[in-house]
């Protein structure tokens, strides 16, 4: 049921599973991402921000969906299939009470919410999948109630093929769109939080934090040759049907200083490299690009709604922040150039852009 005054804003928060767990361990929680990424939250509710976080599930669960083959669906009647089933679920659960944990430790009113025990569903792959309706009110529900809800990625009941795996970017997508769709918000805002800035133009040459475990003091290797993408353009009017790209980047800068721009001849196209020996059933930072992408052209209003960034304070010429925090406030749309930029990227539309 819609408000009869929307709220201004929603602000879903997709943690990363690489941000909050180790992914090289197995069910093995990165405490100082998690740290950071709670204390966002915290300060960004506190300041009165309207908040729904999702998350990934990391190290938890997506060993065990790969090898039951979950995502790709079967039937929940056989027993071995069943029994797959349920120990990615269990480890994806066991993950939320981390995280709920984490948040309600820092002064969050966080309540855990799982997908496939309150009627989620999607009806096939791609363009059909969606949710039912039947548990998207939850939500809402939460929210009125001056909570902050934490939904988790999971393995639902899929009409077509008898299960899926309901993604982090997926949930954050379908939040996005079911806040404008219900009435409850005028306008949403998405930040995707991972253990990156951004989108590279190609992978990073070394480790580019040289003291990842210092969430307060974060620096950036000083070798470190990356180029950021920090402002990408989706054409408004486009869909995932298109055989041609329909992005392109507009404003990328060395990773080390982000105040110089980069030549975007040296940035014709975005690539991107999985981590050597990691699972990840739900595409990783391409499946996040394309959730960014799709969000940008879907939500309404002038100003960017989708930004791409890391938790944790970032120290660099004389300058503290945390981008991510940032992010989340919305402060990236009012940085101008005489300020230390937003470290990050920025993905919006091209009638965005050119009403900016």
């Known amino acids: 049921m819609a408000l009869d005054v929307p709220i201004r804003r929603v602000v879903v928060v997709k943690l990363g599973g690489a941000a909050i767990t180790d992914k090289r361990s197995s069910r093995k929680i990165d405490a100082p991402g998690l740290r950071a990424c709670a204390s966002v939250v915290r300060e960004a509710t506190a300041r009165g921000e309207t908040l729904i976080v999702a998350h990934g599930a990391g190290s938890f669960g997506h060993a065990e969906a790969a090898a039951c083959g979950c995502a790709r669906g079967g039937d929940v009647e056989d027993e071995t299939f069943a029994r797959g089933v349920e120990a990615t679920r ?12 984490a948040l309600r430790e ?29 548990g998207r009110g ?8 001056g909570a902050v809800p934490v939904i988790h990625g999971d393995v639902v ?28 918000a005028a306008r949403a805002r998405v930040v995707f939080l991972s253990d990156v800035w951004g989108v590279y133009a190609s992978p990073p040459r070394c480790a580019p934090i040289t003291n990842p475990s210092d969430t307060s003091a974060l620096t950036i290797a000083p070798g470190e040759d990356a180029v950021l993408l920090r402002e990408i353009v989706v054409d408004g009017d486009s869909d995932d049907g298109d055989a041609s790209p329909v992005w392109r980047c507009v404003r990328a800068a060395p990773l080390v200083d982000p105040r110089r721009d980069a030549p975007l001849d040296a940035v014709p196209s975005a690539t991107f490299k999985t981590a050597d020996g990691v699972t990840d059933v739900t ?67 091209d009638r965005q852009r050119e009403s900016s």
């Open 90 to 101: 269990a480890a994806v659960r066991t993950l939320n009470g981390i995280v709920v944990d």
């Open 106 to 134: 820092n002064g969050v009113r966080a309540v855990g919410l799982t997908p496939s025990e309150v009627g989620w569903h999607t009806r096939g792959r791609g363009a059909e999948a969606e949710a039912s309706t039947s």
């Open 138 to 145: 939850g939500v809402f529900d939460l929210l009125r109630d």
């Open 157 to 184: 009941i899929d009409d077509v093929q008898g299960t899926s795996v309901l993604s982090g970017d997926d949930i954050v997508a379908w939040c996005a769109r079911w806040a404008i769709e219900d009435g409850f």
């Open 283 to 349: 595409g990783g930072i391409e499946a996040k690009l394309g959730a960014a992408l799709a969000i940008a052209r879907a939500l309404p209003g002038a100003s960017p709604s989708v930004f791409l960034t890391r938790a944790g304070v970032l120290t660099a010429a004389d300058d503290a922040r945390d981008h991510a925090l940032d992010a989340v406030l919305g402060r990236p749309n009012r940085t101008d150039d005489s300020t230390f930029p937003f470290v990050g990227t920025v993905v919006r539309t």
